[in-house]
């Protein structure tokens, strides 16, 4: 079956840490994006790529960082920089025309303490 | 960017058909109009998508009027599967890009017995 692995399910981290988390996808999609969702809140947009060896910087960049170099993997790294890390991340693909959907993986609990 | 707004949460028993109408006054020539379900602790789930008038699928039906300014999304027959969190989304597609399509906090759609 096709879809979007997000790996692991649940992330413990110390604070100072870096930690990267992983989104592999067999759709073989263009684009892919990573959104954070905070308790009782919508999805915000941090980065998101339509191809491979390049990206761009959504709402909340800030903390973050990305890389493409597969079109299946699009590695999220949560840096000591962003100050309130603990979140619900999800990892998203589409195709690039007017109506392709998003596809979510079911997403990468991350707590810092 | 086209913003939405939808109720915070609504209430139906099992069996009831379910409306969730969803305003998008500045919705622009080029977008499409999405629809998403959310659980809890799982990443968004494509629902339906419309441009305008009637679309309808195995689960859900999208009410579009002419000048696109709203739209319904109806459930029919609610069961307490549905109970969920709703996201109605307008975007617009062109070149590819959905790095500008905003989730709001959505529509907590509770089925009661």
């Known amino acids: 079956d096709g879809g979007i692995t997000q790996s692991p399910k649940y992330l413990f981290r110390k604070e100072g840490q870096n930690v990267t988390l992983s989104c592999e996808q067999n759709l073989n999609h263009d684009a892919m994006y990573w959104y954070r969702q905070d308790p009782g809140q919508g999805l915000r947009l941090i980065y998101y790529s339509q191809i491979v060896n390049d990206f761009q910087k959504g709402d909340i960049a800030e903390g973050y960082s990305v890389s493409r170099e597969k079109k299946e993997s699009f590695p999220l790294t949560v840096t000591s920089a962003q100050k309130n890390p603990t979140a619900f991340y999800l990892c998203?693909?589409?195709?690039?025309?007017?109506?392709?959907?998003?596809?979510f993986g079911n997403g990468t609990r991350l707590t810092v303490t | 960017l086209a913003k939405t707004t939808q109720p915070i949460s609504m209430d139906s028993y099992e069996g009831q058909e379910v409306n969730i109408t969803c305003s998008h006054n500045?919705?622009?020539?080029?977008?499409?109009i999405t629809w998403y379900q959310q659980f809890p602790s799982q990443g968004p789930r494509f629902i339906i998508q419309g441009y305008k008038t009637k679309v309808t699928n195995e689960v859900a039906s999208l009410f579009i009027p002419a000048d696109r300014k709203s739209s319904t999304l109806s459930l029919p027959r609610v069961s307490l599967s549905d109970t969920a969190v709703y996201y109605c989304l307008v975007g617009d597609m062109i070149g590819g890009s959905q790095g500008n399509l905003i989730f709001g906090k959505g529509t907590k759609l509770s089925v009661k017995p």
């Open positions: 998203a693909s589409s195709r690039r025309d007017k109506s392709s959907p998003l596809h």
């Open positions: 500045n919705i622009a020539t080029n977008d499409y």
